[in-house]
């Protein structure tokens, strides 16, 4: 498997010139082993309890067959005991004076210019599996120099399924540049992209429940396909899960204060609306797509759309309006104040994997698939006119991200073994040009990530925790190892 299942781009000018490199003493890096081999064997011991207690209902109600011998012993295979866990305590040795003794040389940094990262670079984030390693990688793109490399790279304990920047950070007053993975697990975790060689999240969303520990579950239970930040409200963040919910979490303390259960099946996407930032608009895989008044916590607007929806979009040249993409192939526009599509077309043969409109370009679309196709649309009339196509060679198509400050920058991302991974400039392709490039631009509606929240919308703030069932989340257990930032000297 060497596949990118998720992508996102960072604006210019957020991220840290000289991001700050983590040097952890032999006698820290020695007490993270220790709890990490404590949590390996907490998790091991929780999956041995609800393993016995599955084993102890099969068996009452197995009928042992006489004439049937088992010559291998299969049905006792799972009751062997053996550690499926790597013993990450042979990995590192410490001597007396506190250093690894398997060292015998310092280490040479002599690329230390490149670590510096430009006021016109985007950063561009990678959510990257590759047999079982599944990496966060923190690319830099400059658009002037046309320079793409990787910076650096985070170790992630799971299969990434989706990743949303944000710049809220609970223990710093300042904007931060940090970013939120929702993965395979129920537990969301949030990195600061400021740091390298950081082997901790700055902040954890979520807890598993733990008998040994008398912990309750904390947030969801399943998957985390989508999050969506509120770049209004910044202390929100919506994530979506397998486990058929949607929960609103309050970043200032932890934990989750709205919870919506109106879904059937899995929920896949999620988006905040650009104006009216207490809508959430939802897609879920029972084929239907809702809209949210997160005040009143209710469904003001649902739709039956042509398939399980796969991603959802507000038009925010438009904010009226907003698409759905489907697993069989279907995009869908939408106006909210109405109940049938303005138009539906077949857009791909498979599921529909990316949808998204130019930063700053009113009506340019892309759309990528699963059928390996990557397709450019005008949606600017009142039907949708194909303006460029073409068959990628990145295999099928899982992800697609706009850049936030180039019109026509996009980055797609696939499961070819060779080749995953691309930044297009559909400017450079005469067709899109010749349709687009005397469209007039508009930034200011472009500007989706606006860090400068002016005082007086924050005293309009929303109050998700009015009505709400309190479900407290320790700060202490949310921060289990604080990571401590070194200053590089210069």
Known sequence: MNIVPCTAWVRKGIASTNPEKVE???????????????????????????????????????????????????????????????????????????????????????????????????????????????????FIYNEREGSFYCHHDILLPSFPLCIEWLNFDPTDSKPSNLCAIGNMTPIIEVWDLDLIDCLEPAYKLGRKPSKKKNQKRVGHKDAVIDLAWNENYTHVLASGSAD???????????????????????????????????????????????????????????????????????????????LISTNNGYVQYLDIRKDEPVWNV?????????????????????????????????????????????????????????????????AVGGDNKSHNYKVFDFLEISEVRERFQDRKYDVSKGNQHNVNVQQEEKQEMMDVTENMESMILNTNEVNTISTKKKKKNK
Request: glycine share 6%; charged share 30%; hydrophobic share 30%.
């Open 346 to 410: 077949q857009a791909h043969t498979k599921e529909v994997t990316g949808l998204q409109l130019s930063s700053s370009c009113p009506g340019f679309l892309v759309t990528c698939a699963n059928d390996g196709v990557i397709k450019v649309w005008d949606i600017n009339n009142s039907e949708p006119q194909p303006v460029w196509e073409k068959k990628s060679n990145l295999g099928a198509l899982l992800c697609l991200a706009s850049n936030p400050d180039s019109p026509f920058v996009f």
């Open 244 to 322: 058929q919910t949607v929960l609103l979490w309050d970043l200032e303390n932890g934990t989750p204060v709205n919870k919506f259960t109106s879904f059937n099946e899995k929920v896949q996407s999620l988006k905040w609306h650009p104006m009216e930032t207490d809508q959430l608009l939802t897609g879920c895989a029972d084929s239907m797509a809702r809209l949210f008044d997160c005040r009143s916590q209710t469904v003001s607007k649902s739709w039956k759309a042509l398939g399980e929806v796969e991603k959802v979009l507000w038009n925010r040249f438009d904010p009226e309006y907003c």
């Open 24 to 138: 952890l003493t032999p006698k820290e890096l020695e007490q993270i082993i220790k709890q990490t081999q404590s949590e390996l064997q907490g998790a091991e011991s929780d999956s041995d309890e609800e393993h016995n207690e599955i084993l102890d209902q099969k068996n009452e109600n197995m009928q042992l067959d006489a004439s049937n011998t088992d010559e291998y012993n299969f049905e006792k295979y799972d009751d062997e005991s053996g550690d499926i866990h790597c013993n990450i305590g042979n990995i590192v040795t410490f001597g007396k004076d506190g250093k690894d003794p398997f060292v015998t040389r310092e280490d040479e940094d002599s690329e230390e210019e490149d670590d510096i990262i430009k006021k016109d670079d985007n950063l561009v984030l990678l959510g990257h599996v590759e047999g079982d390693a599944s990496v966060l990688e923190v």
